[in-house]
């Protein structure tokens, strides 16, 4: 059993999320390499999330509100770096250059010259095995599309719909944060946030984006700031994004519709895909989180969906029943077990059993680029390759 000793950057949700599931790695008993948290870095220490760290991490030996004392640790080998969006570039960068195996979060740079500054340093460290966060991908039903896309099993694609719906912003008493500010979560808004999940399937089939005509909307104008006042919300809440889309292996074309939206009514954490295709169609949606629709069409046959209950049918064996339901944690389990095969082996086992690639990241900071363009221009414009 190959063990990697991992320092976290940014002790807050998402940083709490990777300690949960390294916590529970007998989870997923017959994979030969995996993760100790030996070290954590937060802006500040003296807080509960952090006293909940020291409680419950044994491994722990470094805690520290510098990164740079994190990256000088030998003992640290690959970092978990989840800070706000405006920092992602420095402590990316700050990562590879001290020589660190990296999982970063999205939206990988605050913006297209962040990513192209993160990008570079990746091409200058070769010897960093890097990977962005993001669990959607690890849904047995997602897994399960994934590979009916490699087996060619669509046939040609006529049409996909992709999105991730919150409601979380639908209250306007809900106090401003960080990631409602240009200048800290940038100025895609919602789209850099959300959009990035949205895009996994899509890209990781080979479905680019040659042009997109966005709408995008700023329906909560100010929240209050915690201090009795209030304060600008300058992000956009929600994005509606056409795409014209080219298959990069066939050259086939389809339409793209791309929702992302944090004021959704009725909606809570509602990742979806569905795709439309002449042999085959399939509709997923968080929403019905264990269930995949599916229709299958020979021609001049019938029509019919069914619906499959896709149970624990993972990429990463776990110890849990296959007919046993799957949930957010175990993604986020089956997202760092693919993480950590993939820096122990060199490989995935399958195309879409590994996490989103700085390259993929690329894709969706040219089309979040080009929809901000549209949505200036009211027109569509063209999403550089
Ligand atoms: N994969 C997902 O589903 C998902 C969900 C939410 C957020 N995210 C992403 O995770 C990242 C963090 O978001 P979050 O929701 O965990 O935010 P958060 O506000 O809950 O946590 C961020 C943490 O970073 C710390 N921090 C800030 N500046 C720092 C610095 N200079 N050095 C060290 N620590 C610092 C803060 O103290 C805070 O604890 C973002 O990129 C976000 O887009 C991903």
Redesign the pocket.
Known sequence: MRTVRFGI???????REFASAAARWLHVPELTVRPEIVAI????LD?P?IAWFRENVPTLRQVT???RELLANPEVEAVYV????H??EE?YVAALEAGKHLMG???FGIDRKANEAIVGAIERHPECFVRC???FLFFPAVQRIGRMIEAGAFGRIIEVNAGFLHSSDLNPQKPI???RMFRYNGEYGCM??LGP?ACTIPFRAGWLPKNVRAVLTDIVRERPDGEGGMAPCETWDNAVLLCEMQDAVSGGEFPFNLRIERISPGEKNNWYVEIYGTRASVRYSLKDANALELLEYAPGGEQHWRRIDMGHEVTYPSITPEIFQFGVSDAILQMWAAFLVELDTGHAPAPFAGCVTPAESALWHGLFTAALESQARTTTVAVAP
């Open positions: 950057i940014g002790c807050g949700m998402m940083g870095c937060n802006r500040t807080v999330k509100s510098d990164y989840a800070v706000p969006h920092l992602h402590l979060e999205k939206p966060a993001s669990q944060n960080w990631k850099g946030d999940h």
